[in-house]
């Protein structure tokens, strides 16, 4: 048994098992399908919206969104992120402007860019990356602010080139940084990605929930967001999860 709880798939499995059962415990005491149906009455609806190619169109539209933003978030807040941890003058400059962006609401970044830019892909990628770059640019700075000085004076002890510095000395210490910036991040993107979506897109999950939630379909809302909660989970549980484990590796060799 002790076995069995160490390890981590099957603690993952067993967890998810008791959601399951709290789901049936929660439908059977509502005893009203129209409210909450039970796991196995989900079945017919997902096939006909697989078979039909619904699901996998707005699946795929869903999942391009996410990774469209998903890329220039990371990258900019990595940038600022490690700028402003290296760099007293830019952090006192920009961290005033980090605390307007990592308070302002989603939904107002969302509905302001629909407003300025239109009702396009651009306007609901770009609310996206708005949302999500603060979030990555404060946990690099921290990563910035830990990085080993005594390594650095090694790195010009030795005098490395600024390409070789960067790639031998500052990413692997920052690499725990950005594996964690990026799992947090997919996770709140698909998030904010549905409101997008749900607000002012005629394709995507979110779309396709803000259409069954106007028939008060409760069925297809589950079907349609537990279809992609699932094709988020296979992305954690085997690249990103896979990823991290990866880059912490060298803290403990």
Same mark, same amino acid.
């Given at each position: #048994?002790?076995?069995?709880?160490?390890n981590?798939a099957?603690?993952?499995?067993?967890?998810l098992?008791l959601?399951?059962? !709290?789901?049936?415990?929660?439908?059977?005491?509502?005893?009203?399908?129209?409210?909450?149906?039970q796991? %196995?009455?989900?079945?017919?609806?997902f096939?006909?919206?697989?078979?039909?190619?619904a699901?996998?169109?707005?699946? %795929?539209m869903?999942?391009?969104r996410?990774?469209?933003?998903?890329v220039?978030? #990371?990258?900019?807040?990595?940038a600022?992120?490690?700028l402003m941890?290296?760099?007293p003058?830019v952090?006192? %400059?920009l961290?005033?402007?980090?605390?307007v962006?990592?308070?302002l609401?989603?939904?107002?970044? $969302?509905?302001?860019c629909?407003?300025?830019?239109? !009702?396009n892909?651009?306007?609901?990628i770009?609310?996206?990356?708005?949302?999500k770059?603060?979030?990555?640019?404060? $946990?690099l700075?921290?990563?910035a602010?830990?990085l080993?000085?005594?390594l650095?004076?090694?790195?010009?002890v030795y005098?490395m080139?600024p390409?070789?510095r960067l790639?031998?000395?500052?990413l692997? @210490?920052?690499?725990p940084?950005i594996?964690?910036?990026?799992?947090?991040?997919?996770?709140?993107?698909w998030?904010i990605?549905?409101?997008?979506?749900?607000?002012g897109?005629?394709s995507? $999950?979110?779309? @396709?929930?803000?259409?069954?939630f @106007?028939?008060?379909?409760?069925?297809?809302?589950?079907?349609?967001?537990?279809?992609f909660?699932?094709?988020?989970?296979?992305?954690e549980?085997? $690249?990103l @999860?896979p990823?991290e484990?990866?880059?912490?590796r060298w803290?403990?060799?």
């Amino acid at each position: #048994m002790t076995k069995t709880l160490k390890n981590p798939a099957l603690v993952r499995i067993l967890s998810l098992g008791l959601l399951l059962a !709290l789901w049936i415990v929660a439908a059977e005491l509502t005893a009203d399908a129209s409210v909450l149906p039970q796991p %196995w009455a989900l079945w017919a609806p997902f096939v006909k919206a697989l078979s039909s190619g619904a699901l996998p169109y707005h699946l %795929w539209m869903t999942l391009w969104r996410v990774v469209c933003a998903f890329v220039p978030a #990371m990258a900019i807040g990595v940038a600022l992120g490690f700028l402003m941890g290296r760099f007293p003058a830019v952090d006192r %400059w920009l961290d005033p402007w980090l605390v307007v962006f990592l308070n302002l609401p989603a939904l107002v970044l $969302i509905v302001l860019c629909y407003l300025w830019i239109g !009702l396009n892909e651009t306007a609901a990628i770009l609310a996206v990356v708005l949302n999500k770059i603060p979030n990555v640019a404060t $946990i690099l700075r921290e990563g910035a602010r830990a990085l080993d000085p005594n390594l650095d004076a090694m790195a010009q002890v030795y005098r490395m080139r600024p390409m070789a510095r960067l790639r031998h000395v500052v990413l692997p @210490q920052l690499a725990p940084f950005i594996a964690g910036a990026a799992r947090s991040g997919i996770a709140v993107i698909w998030k904010i990605v549905l409101v997008v979506e749900f607000l002012g897109r005629s394709s995507g $999950i979110g779309f @396709q929930i803000h259409f069954y939630f @106007q028939l008060f379909d409760v069925a297809m809302v589950l079907v349609y967001a537990l279809s992609f909660i699932g094709v988020m989970l296979l992305v954690e549980a085997l $690249i990103l @999860q896979p990823a991290e484990r990866r880059v912490r590796r060298w803290r403990t060799a």
